[in-house]
């Protein structure tokens, strides 16, 4: 059975930084896509960041050049470093697995808050 764990979420000034992190279980983490989305009340979850098997990253417009998709098949981990926060980014962030689909979405974590104060 596959886990995601996700950690690192918490409160933030706006321009301030955030790591994520997100630890899998359960499954070889090398045959996974991995991605981060988020979602807030009322709207639709959006993907923020992904990154391939091979470590090929995409990045939503709206995150381009302040967030950093990192996976580490060592640590069966993938991280999401966010800087220069503003309140938009508020919102709860997930992470999700996938062997076949793109975006990666067949396993998700439990989620993690992140809130931006201005």
């Known amino acids: 059975q596959v886990q995601l764990v996700e950690s690192g979420g918490g409160l933030v000034q706006a321009g301030g930084s955030l790591r994520l992190s997100c630890t899998m279980s359960g499954s070889n983490f090398e045959s996974n896509a991995m991605a981060w989305y988020r979602q807030s009340p009322g709207k639709q979850r959006e993907v923020v960041a992904t990154?391939?098997?091979?470590?090929?990253?995409w990045y939503a417009t709206s995150v381009k050049g302040r967030f950093t998709i990192a996976r580490d098949n060592a640590k069966n981990t993938v991280e999401l470093q966010m800087h220069a926060l503003t309140p938009e980014d508020t919102s709860v962030y997930y992470c999700?697995?996938?062997?076949?689909?793109?975006?990666?979405?067949?396993?998700w974590g439990q989620g993690t808050q992140v809130t931006v104060s201005s």
């Open positions: 999700a697995a996938d062997p076949t689909n793109w975006p990666p979405r067949r396993d």
């Open positions: 990154v391939g098997k091979g470590g090929v990253t």
